[in-house]
């Protein structure tokens, strides 16, 4: 069984940055496929960002040039660094990590961007 834990969130000025971490406990593959999403309140889960298991990216077109998604397979951890951060990328952030029909969630961290 894998635990994913986000944190780094919080309240943040627009324009300014931030970086999410998502650390697992338990087994860790280095074949995960690894992504962020986010959610707001009415909203449908969107993918933002997405990581393989060779360090390819993949970006939504809202986040692309702002946001880098990285992995760190020896400490278990996938990263969101996020800068020039807008209101508009205010929700809750989940990590997840999926291979084979293995697909694990984190519980989520809330950001803010707020003035």
């Known amino acids: 069984q894998v635990q994913l834990v986000e944190s780094g969130g919080g309240l943040v000025q627009p324009g300014g940055s931030l970086r999410l971490s998502c650390v697992a406990s338990?087994?860790?593959?280095?074949?995960?496929?690894l992504s962020w999403h986010r959610q707001v309140p009415g909203k449908e889960r969107e993918l933002i960002a997405i990581?393989?298991?060779?360090?390819?990216?993949t970006y939504r077109d809202s986040v692309k040039g702002r946001f880098t998604i990285s992995r760190d397979d020896a400490k278990k951890t996938v990263f969101l660094q996020m800068t020039s951060l807008k209101p508009d990328d205010t929700a809750v952030y989940y990590c997840?990590?999926?291979?084979?029909?293995?697909?694990?969630w984190g519980q989520g961290t809330q950001v803010t961007v707020s003035a």
């Open positions: 997840n990590a999926r291979e084979y029909n293995n697909d694990y």
């Open positions: 338990g087994f860790w593959s280095s074949g995960y496929l």
């Open positions: 990581i393989n298991n060779f360090g390819e990216t």
